[in-house]
């Protein structure tokens, strides 16, 4: 017996996205106000972002939210789009990590942006990012000039005024990458980078 409200024909529309829920979940998702189609993008297998011979360009397998999942992600005003897009990026988040990269502003693009710089993150690091005022193309440059930060020293970088372009001019071939906190010690200091390269010994380039 359907509850008061729940036709027949809005309960088979969730059904053919549900893979799986059972009866009592659909009906909560429809009571919720969580439509068909959320459930059906939301559940559905996700191709990343890269080209068709890629081999990673397979379909990911589903994420099997829950029905409070759903009634969750849809109440907080995460759009399927938003999911999807997380997903197509590589990104296989929970549901509350999803929800709070919505509430703290992080959009699909930049996540897939961080994806592309060559950093895989999880959802708190990716907020904390943003919290920070860490943008993609700041790690990408800092990655293209041979740094490998973690996402604490990406934050620490940004929050102590170090620009890419700084720590980038203190890169040289042949010669082991500052720290981090080197990096932040010599801008605090006000050392030009063309004094360290000066300033290094040959020996260490040669070996």
């Given at each position: 017996?359907?509850?008061?409200?729940?036709?027949?024909?809005s309960v088979?529309?969730v059904q053919?996205?549900?893979r799986?829920?059972s009866?009592?979940?659909?009906i909560?998702?429809?009571?919720?106000?969580?439509?068909q189609?959320?459930v059906?993008?939301?559940?559905?297998p996700?191709?990343?972002?890269?080209?068709?011979?890629?081999?990673?360009?397979?379909?990911?397998?589903?994420i099997?939210?829950s029905?409070?999942?759903?009634?969750?992600?849809?109440?907080r005003?995460?759009?399927?789009?938003?999911?999807?897009?997380?997903?197509?990026?590589?990104?296989?988040?929970t549901?509350?990590?999803?929800?709070?990269?919505?509430?703290?502003?992080?959009s699909?693009?930049?996540?897939?942006?961080?994806?592309?710089?060559?950093?895989?993150?999880?959802?708190?690091e990716?907020?904390?990012?943003?919290?920070?005022?860490?943008?993609?193309?700041?790690?990408?440059?800092?990655?293209?000039?041979?740094?490998?930060?973690?996402?604490?020293?990406?934050?620490?970088?940004?929050?102590?005024?170090?620009?890419?372009?700084?720590?980038?001019?203190?890169?040289?071939?042949?010669?082991?990458?500052?720290?981090?906190?080197?990096i932040?010690?010599?801008?605090?200091?006000?050392?030009?980078?063309?004094?360290?390269?000066?300033?290094?010994?040959?020996?260490?380039?040669?070996?």
């Amino acid at each position: 017996m359907l509850c008061a409200g729940v036709t027949p024909a809005s309960v088979t529309g969730v059904q053919e996205g549900s893979r799986g829920l059972s009866w009592a979940e659909i009906i909560t998702l429809h009571s919720a106000g969580v439509t068909q189609e959320f459930v059906r993008a939301v559940r559905e297998p996700a191709r990343p972002a890269e080209g068709p011979g890629d081999e990673s360009s397979r379909e990911l397998p589903p994420i099997e939210y829950s029905a409070d999942d759903m009634v969750m992600l849809s109440f907080r005003g995460v759009s399927a789009e938003y999911i999807i897009a997380l997903r197509a990026a590589g990104y296989r988040l929970t549901a509350g990590e999803i929800a709070d990269l919505t509430f703290r502003g992080v959009s699909a693009s930049f996540a897939a942006d961080v994806k592309e710089a060559g950093y895989d993150l999880s959802g708190p690091e990716l907020s904390n990012l943003v919290f920070r005022g860490v943008d993609a193309e700041f790690r990408a440059q800092l990655w293209e000039a041979g740094y490998r930060f973690t996402p604490g020293e990406l934050a620490d970088l940004k929050f102590r005024g170090v620009t890419a372009r700084y720590a980038a001019a203190l890169a040289e071939p042949g010669y082991e990458p500052l720290a981090a906190k080197e990096i932040i010690k010599l801008h605090f200091r006000g050392v030009d980078p063309e004094l360290v390269k000066a300033l290094r010994p040959e020996t260490e380039a040669e070996e």
